[in-house]
């Protein structure tokens, strides 16, 4: 009868040699010289062989010969001098010919007596996790490639703003190498006006989960000016949400930012001069709608500047008003010229005479993308020039009566003294002829003078 001890390893070793044998991983049993005693029949799975056509052979013509080193390496031992197992990764060779990668496994058996008879190894394919790697390390190397030759700085910081990685491209951007960058806390470089701003969006934007977000900000080139720079940040977050890095494309903006800078001191010395003007100045666009009015505008209409805008003039002026403001509006789009007219309109109750003046405004193609209508106030001087033609008609009048009504029986007299004076005349009739001729020659002097008068006067309303 067996003993109870052996009849325990016997049921021991049938419980392993059932598990090795459906499991999925590659189990394989090999003396020290390297000849497989036991192979799993999940070689056949995994790599194409039978059990029995590699039992007996050496473990070596399966494995790559780069990896051949690693069995010498199928255990260690502990200050203490235990064993353990050893974990590496090596390559096997399927019965196809392709090399697959596998993690493996390795535990000493020890015989009764602490001998070592063989070499246990559990082996699994790991060569989709190989693909994986490697695709990484290309991407890795790709990106890599691809931030050490962009124009734009690419930079890696803590974060406590440290650089850990910088590319070269520093250089070109800022004046510093790499090498002069990393390690440095990006702070340092920063102009301190812009500083504020700059932790406030790492904090309120990065910090709050916000992934991605663009920032602007004044940073020093080595040689000591300033550039204006944009910054894409991209925060790099770790287990829990944690944010562990920031990944920062940085660009040179400083041309358009000092065209921006000039546009709009551009933009505000123009608006000034409108605002300050004393026409009424508006922009339509291509539907008669007002996109733009100055105060001078929206003290005539008795409105809002924000109220005007969006609206057209059949909301300010009369129908009749409207219709022809409309239609020289179109007038102008048509041609793409100036046009200048005075029109006549009641606004509010008050009566106006207005100038109006149309400017087309281009677009890059050449094409008109708004009007902008200046409009002046002349209801002064239309009522004053009214007055004048009402004054010079009158003149007129003055200037016909002098030269017809009277000047006729004046010049009927003059032809009866004419008569007389042919005439035999006694010595008192000459006395009142001569009286009555004086007395018409004073009055034809003052005739001539009222008109020459006239004359004056009327040419002087002409031309005031």
Same mark, same amino acid.
């Given at each position: 009868?067996?003993?109870?001890?052996?009849?325990?390893?016997?049921?021991?070793?049938?419980?392993?040699?059932? &598990?090795?044998?459906?499991?999925?991983?590659?189990?394989?049993?090999?003396?020290?010289?390297?000849?497989?005693?036991?192979?799993?029949?999940?070689?056949?799975?995994?790599?194409?062989?039978?059990?029995?056509?590699?039992?007996?052979?050496?473990?070596?013509?399966?494995?790559?010969?780069?990896?051949?080193?690693?069995?010498?390496?199928?255990?260690?031992?502990?200050?203490?001098?235990?064993?353990?197992?050893?974990?590496?990764?090596?390559?096997?060779?399927?019965?196809?010919?392709?090399?697959?990668?596998?993690?493996?496994?390795?535990?000493?058996?020890?015989?009764?007596?602490?001998?070592?008879?063989?070499?246990?190894?559990?082996?699994?394919?790991?060569?989709?996790?190989?693909?994986?790697?490697?695709?990484?390390?290309?991407?890795?190397?790709?990106?890599?490639?691809?931030?050490?030759?962009?124009?734009?700085? &690419?930079?890696?910081?803590?974060?406590?703003?440290?650089?850990?990685?910088?590319?070269?491209?520093?250089?070109?951007?800022?004046?510093?190498?790499?090498?002069?960058?990393?390690?440095?806390?990006?702070?340092?470089?920063?102009?301190?006006?812009?500083?504020?701003?700059?932790?406030?969006?790492?904090?309120?934007?990065?910090?709050?989960?916000?992934?991605?977000?663009?920032?602007?900000?004044?940073?020093?080139?080595?040689?000591?000016?300033?550039?204006?720079?944009?910054?894409?940040?991209?925060?790099?977050?770790?287990?829990?949400?944690?944010?562990?890095?920031? &990944?920062?494309?940085?660009?040179?903006?400083?041309?358009?930012?000092?065209?921006?800078?000039?546009?709009?001191?551009?933009?505000?010395?123009?608006?000034?001069?409108?605002?300050?003007?004393?026409?009424?100045?508006?922009?339509?666009?291509?539907?008669?709608?007002?996109?733009?009015?100055?105060?001078?505008?929206?003290?005539?209409?008795?409105?809002?500047?924000?109220?005007?805008?969006?609206?057209?003039?059949?909301?300010?002026?009369?129908?009749?008003?409207?219709?022809?403001?409309?239609?020289?509006?179109?007038?102008?789009?048509?041609?793409?010229?100036?046009?200048?007219?005075?029109?006549?309109?009641?606004?509010?109750?008050?009566?106006?005479?207005?100038?109006?003046?149309?400017?087309?405004?281009?677009?890059?193609?050449?094409?008109?993308?708004?009007?902008?209508?200046?409009?002046?106030?002349?209801?002064?001087?239309?009522?004053?020039?009214?007055?004048?033609?009402?004054?010079?008609?009158?003149?007129?009048?003055?200037?016909?009566?002098?030269?017809?009504?009277?000047?006729?029986?004046?010049?009927?007299?003059?032809?009866?003294?004419?008569?007389?004076?042919?005439?035999?005349?006694?010595?008192?009739?000459?006395?009142?002829?001569?009286?009555?001729?004086?007395?018409?020659?004073?009055?034809?002097?003052?005739?001539?003078?009222?008109?020459?008068?006239?004359?004056?006067?009327?040419?002087?309303?002409?031309?005031?």
């Amino acid at each position: 009868m067996l003993m109870a001890s052996t009849i325990q390893n016997i049921q021991n070793e049938e419980y392993y040699k059932l &598990v090795a044998d459906n499991i999925n991983d590659l189990v394989a049993l090999y003396a020290l010289d390297g000849t497989l005693d036991y192979v799993s029949p999940s070689v056949y799975r995994v790599l194409g062989y039978t059990p029995g056509s590699l039992i007996g052979k050496n473990a070596l013509v399966v494995i790559h010969p780069d990896d051949h080193h690693l069995l010498q390496h199928s255990f260690c031992k502990d200050k203490n001098g235990h064993t353990s197992t050893v974990y590496f990764e090596y390559r096997l060779l399927h019965k196809s010919g392709e090399w697959i990668y596998f993690e493996s496994y390795r535990q000493p058996v020890f015989d009764a007596n602490g001998e070592l008879i063989n070499i246990l190894a559990v082996c699994r394919n790991i060569s989709a996790r190989k693909q994986v790697e490697q695709a990484l390390r290309e991407n890795e190397e790709y990106y890599k490639m691809l931030a050490d030759n962009i124009i734009d700085m &690419v930079a890696v910081y803590k974060p406590d703003g440290t650089a850990t990685y910088v590319s070269p491209s520093s250089f070109s951007l800022l004046g510093y190498s790499p090498e002069e960058l990393t390690g440095k806390k990006i702070s340092g470089f920063v102009r301190p006006d812009d500083l504020v701003k700059f932790h406030n969006d790492i904090k309120l934007k990065a910090f709050k989960g916000v992934e991605k977000f663009v920032t602007e900000a004044r940073i020093q080139h080595k040689d000591g000016h300033w550039l204006y720079c944009e910054t894409t940040t991209k925060a790099m977050r770790g287990p829990g949400g944690r944010v562990h890095s920031f &990944v920062c494309t940085t660009r040179d903006i400083t041309d358009w930012k000092l065209a921006q800078i000039a546009l709009k001191e551009s933009e505000e010395k123009y608006r000034s001069l409108v605002e300050s003007s004393d026409a009424m100045i508006a922009i339509v666009d291509t539907h008669g709608k007002f996109i733009f009015a100055n105060d001078k505008r929206a003290d005539f209409f008795k409105a809002r500047k924000e109220d005007i805008i969006g609206k057209t003039a059949y909301d300010f002026y009369d129908a009749p008003t409207a219709d022809d403001f409309k239609r020289r509006i179109q007038r102008v789009f048509s041609l793409k010229e100036n046009y200048s007219y005075e029109a006549f309109t009641r606004l509010n109750g008050e009566r106006y005479w207005l100038k109006v003046t149309m400017h087309p405004v281009l677009d890059s193609e050449g094409g008109v993308s708004s009007i902008m209508v200046s409009t002046l106030d002349i209801t002064d001087s239309k009522e004053k020039e009214e007055t004048l033609r009402k004054q010079n008609d009158e003149l007129k009048k003055i200037a016909f009566m002098q030269s017809h009504i009277v000047r006729s029986p004046l010049t009927n007299i003059q032809g009866i003294i004419a008569l007389m004076e042919e005439g035999e005349l006694n010595d008192e009739q000459s006395l009142y002829f001569n009286l009555l001729k004086q007395a018409a020659d004073t009055l034809d002097d003052i005739l001539k003078e009222i008109v020459e008068r006239a004359v004056v006067v009327r040419h002087h309303v002409q031309n005031s």
